[in-house]
Antibody, heavy 126, light 109 residues
Framework: QVQLVQSGAEVKKPGASVKVSCKAS????????ISWVRQAPGQGLEWMGW????????NYAQKLQGRVTMTTDTSTSTAYMELRSLRSDDTAVYYC???????????????????WGKGTTVTVSS | EIVLTQSPGTLSLSPGERATLSCRAS???????LAWYQQKPGQAPRLLIY???SRATGIPDRFSGSGSGTDFTLTISRLEPEDFAVYYC??????????FGQGTKVEIK
């Protein structure tokens, strides 16, 4: 079955970096993009960025530009999200999600995230 | 940047009742770019509706989506105990690529 398996919880000090992995299985990795979404404790969902698994193109949320890098390793069907210069407000659950762009019947496309990883808790604390 | 505003913030209902959740966009959104997700505590979000009104695979038909332009609605026709959760609308755009509403919590009355 289609699934995304994320790496385990991390505890980091302010100023450090974290790299979270997301291993895909059950589908052709390069046929879909991966988005990263985070959720601070008790808060809503925040989109962080997207990477095309086909060609590595990326699109990052403006507020994270310069601190985040998303990459893929097509040989292992794994996506990575690295966040640098961590602050306490980066404490959150980080999710990867498969992004679908599906052709509709009248020449338009549907976009949505149909499969999600279980999440990786990143705690930033001194 | 398009802002999605969900209302109400919290909906207190009993099992068997109908739930109507609203998602209003600050500018017109293509219906094909509007999705709804359900999230239960400690779990990842789950796709319910895409294209404003198409149910995702395995989603019961008590969930339905409607709307166009700036006003979209998620309706749960008869609440089951497992439906009490937080619901998010989401839209695909150009910058930023994705925007989420702030969520509506459906709680047991």
């Amino acid at each position: 079955q289609v699934q995304l398996v994320q790496s385990g919880a991390e505890v980091k000090k302010p100023g450090a970096s974290v790299k979270v992995s997301c291993k895909a299985s059950g589908y052709t990795f390069t046929s879909y993009g991966i988005s990263w979404v985070r959720q601070a404790p008790g808060q809503g969902l925040e989109w962080m960025g997207w990477i095309s698994a086909y060609n590595g193109n990326t699109n990052y949320a403006q507020k994270l530009q310069g601190r985040v890098t998303m990459t893929t390793d097509t040989s292992t069907s794994t996506a990575y999200m690295e966040l640098r210069s961590l602050r306490s407000d980066d404490t959150a659950v980080y999710y990867c999600a498969r992004e679908v762009a599906a052709a509709g019947t009248v020449g338009y496309y549907y976009y949505y995230m149909d499969v999600w990883g279980k999440g990786t808790t990143v705690t930033v604390s001194s | 940047e398009i802002v999605l505003t969900q209302s109400p913030g919290t909906l207190s209902l009993s099992p068997g009742e109908r739930a109507t959740l609203s998602c209003r966009a600050s500018q017109s959104v293509s219906s094909s770019y509007l999705a709804w997700y359900q999230q239960k505590p400690g779990q990842a979000p789950r796709l319910l509706i895409y294209g404003a009104s198409s149910r995702a695979t395995g989603i019961p038909d008590r969930f339905s989506g409607s709307g166009s332009g700036t006003d979209f609605t998620l309706t749960i026709s008869r609440l089951e105990p497992e439906d009490f959760a937080v619901y998010y609308c989401q839209q695909y755009g150009s910058s930023p690529r994705w925007t989420f509403g702030q969520g509506t919590k459906v709680e047991i009355k």
